[in-house]
């Protein structure tokens, strides 16, 4: 009894290891618009960031219910299952945190649980449907409706404020942004901490500390909550400059209504129980808002490969999984080699990091220069309602200058006679 509830205890600590990545891999989600546009100094963001991540934790517990009731079997699984699974969405957030793209916890997450249920349990323990409607329908179909909503609402947002006041235009909707950034906080804590609740919960049940089909406990919630404020506090500077450099150059109308699109789409998820993911849609709406401005373009190299990482997050994860539940399925000692290889990798992973440190103080620094067709899309369409006159300047260039006539007192030496 004791071994076992110390592999209980390693499970509820990995998981909130989890969510502390989660916290820092997500900040983008809520602040990099906000960032880039500078709407807030990065150290404010991130903070406010973290506070209203720590609400939303509270607000409900609905994708927590899904993940610990509806995904897979819950009374097929043991704890050293769901310590794999972690095991592979850890593993999975660090690596595309360190060459900065913003891929989906929440899928990495599912990811990991799927596989090592399997690897468990057989493809019969996990739950075909749910994982259908509640979490694949969700990604396919998240970015896309927040992109388009994005792309209208800077539509709008540009008509609109055709014929208002530049400058006191641009201070509302930079307080906007604020607020809308908050909202974007919110619901990210309503949906992504509750996906680490429901996984621990799932390993309470497991355990045999909770009945089958408990809500999560005070505490689950509360420490759920705060570990991916931490995470959020901490900042993740690598994935916040590609989101609000990386993609698209955005001004403040395309940033909020970015995030305000972004945020609705967060919440209704919440509201019926979807575990979705917030890097899909704020990715969505970002790429909307970039196309909705006239001469606004989106870098659609990394674009692309945003998509491949999306793409390749369940199977990956799924994989780790599956052979971290493969090892640990040894016995005691096959638990203590992942544990070890857990740390060793994010250790690591850390070190490479430190190669070319991203902060609060150059996160702002575009992550890459335009591509061909982004430069040539830009050159010819037409600039944004509202472009000052001065930014319209444009420069061309001199002709070719030919050798200057040597000075008289630099003329060439006489011939000699």
């Known amino acids: 009894m004791e071994s ?10 990995t998981a909130l290891a989890f969510d502390f990545t989660n916290g ?11 960032i880039s546009t500078g709407a807030l100094k990065p150290k404010v963001a991130v903070a406010m960031s973290a506070a209203l991540n720590l609400v939303g934790a509270f607000l409900s517990v609905e994708v927590a219910n899904t993940i610990s009731k509806g995904l897979v079997d819950e009374t097929g699984i043991r704890p050293e299952v769901i310590f ?3 095991v ?21 997450l599912m990811g990991g649980l799927i596989g090592a249920t399997v690897a468990s349990a057989g493809a019969g323990a996990v739950h075909g449907d749910a994982l259908v409607t509640k979490v694949l329908i969700p990604a396919l179909a998240a970015p896309v409706v927040a992109g388009v909503a994005a792309l209208l609402a800077t539509r ?21 942004q604020i607020a809308s950034a908050g909202l974007v906080s919110l619901a990210h804590g309503t949906n992504d901490a509750q996906k680490t609740m429901g996984i621990i919960t799932l390993a309470l049940i497991a355990g045999g500390a909770l009945a089958p089909g408990s809500n999560p406990p005070t505490w689950v ?6 570990a991916i404020a931490l995470g959020t506090y901490l900042g993740g500077w690598r994935i916040i400059r590609t989101m609000g450099k990386g993609l698209t150059d955005l001004q403040p109308q395309q940033g909020f209504a970015a995030q305000t699109s972004a945020a609705t789409a967060i919440l209704a998820s919440s509201h019926l129980g979807f575990s979705l993911s917030t890097t899909h849609v ?3 709406s970002v790429m909307g808002a970039g196309l909705g401005r006239k001469g606004g373009v989106v870098r659609w190299s990394t674009a692309t490969r945003m998509v491949v990482a999306w793409a390749l997050t369940l199977p990956a994860a799924a994989l780790v999984g599956a052979l971290a539940e493969t090892v640990t399925d040894l016995g005691d000692w ?5 544990a070890v290889f857990l740390v060793a990798a994010a250790a690591t992973i850390w070190r490479i990091s430190r190669r070319e440190v991203v902060d609060h103080s150059n996160v702002n620094d575009t992550a890459e220069p335009a591509g061909v067709v982004t430069a040539a899309i830009a050159a010819v369409a037409p600039p944004a309602a509202g472009t000052p006159a001065a930014d319209l300047t444009a420069t061309i260039p001199s002709p070719p200058v030919s050798a200057a006539p040597a000075a008289p007192d630099q003329a060439a030496p006489p011939a000699a006679v």
């Not at 076992?4 to 600590?13: D, G, K, P, Q």
């Open 282 to 284: 704020v990715s969505g």
């Open 4 to 13: 076992f509830s110390l592999i209980l205890a390693i499970v509820v600590i």
């Open 88 to 108: 592979g969405a850890i593993l999975w957030n660090l690596l595309t945190w360190l060459v900065g793209l913003p891929s989906s916890s929440s899928h990495a």
């Open 24 to 34: 820092f891999h997500d900040t983008a989600n809520a602040m990099a618009t906000t």
């Open 334 to 338: 096959g638990t203590a080699c992942v």
């Open 221 to 226: 919630i509360l420490s759920a909550g705060l």
């Open 156 to 176: 709008l947002s540009y008509r609109l404020g055709a014929k208002a006041d530049g400058r006191a235009a641009e201070k509302g909707y930079r307080a906007g």
């Open 84 to 86: 794999a699974a972690l």
